[in-house]
C-alpha cells in the first residue's frame, strides 16, 4: 500500500505543520526557562502555520477543471464559457 503520492501528499504536509505548530507552543509555554523559547517558538509556531496552510491549498476550488456550461446554436455542444468558436463544429459562440 502506498503511503504517499499526489492525491494525500497534502496530508502529510498538514501533519508536519501540525506537529511544528505544537513543538512552537511547546516552546512557548516553556518561556520562563529561556527566553529564547519563547522567540523560536514563535517562529516555529509560523512556520507550522504556514505548513498547514501549504497542505490545504492543494484543495482549493482552482485546481479542478473548468466545466462547459455554454451550448452551442448550431450543434448543442456544450462549450466552455471562455470559448469563441464551438469545439464540434466550430461556428461563432457569439
Given amino acids: 500500500m502506498q503511503s504517499y503520492g499526489p492525491n494525500n501528499i497534502g496530508f502529510w504536509i498538514m501533519g508536519f505543520g501540525l506537529l511544528i505548530m505544537m513543538i512552537g507552543i511547546a516552546l512557548i509555554a516553556s518561556w520562563t526557562a529561556n527566553i529564547f523559547y519563547l522567540v523560536t517558538g514563535?517562529?516555529?509556531?509560523?512556520?507550522?502555520?504556514?505548513?498547514l496552510a501549504l497542505g490545504l491549498s492543494g484543495y482549493g476550488r482552482w485546481?479542478?477543471?473548468?466545466v462547459p456550461k455554454v451550448r452551442c446554436r448550431h450543434c448543442y455542444m456544450l462549450n466552455y464559457e471562455s470559448a469563441i468558436h464551438c469545439r464540434k463544429c466550430g461556428s461563432n459562440m457569439f
Fill in 42 to 51: 514563535w517562529f516555529v509556531l509560523t512556520l507550522g502555520i504556514a505548513c
Fill in 63 to 66: 485546481d479542478r477543471p473548468p
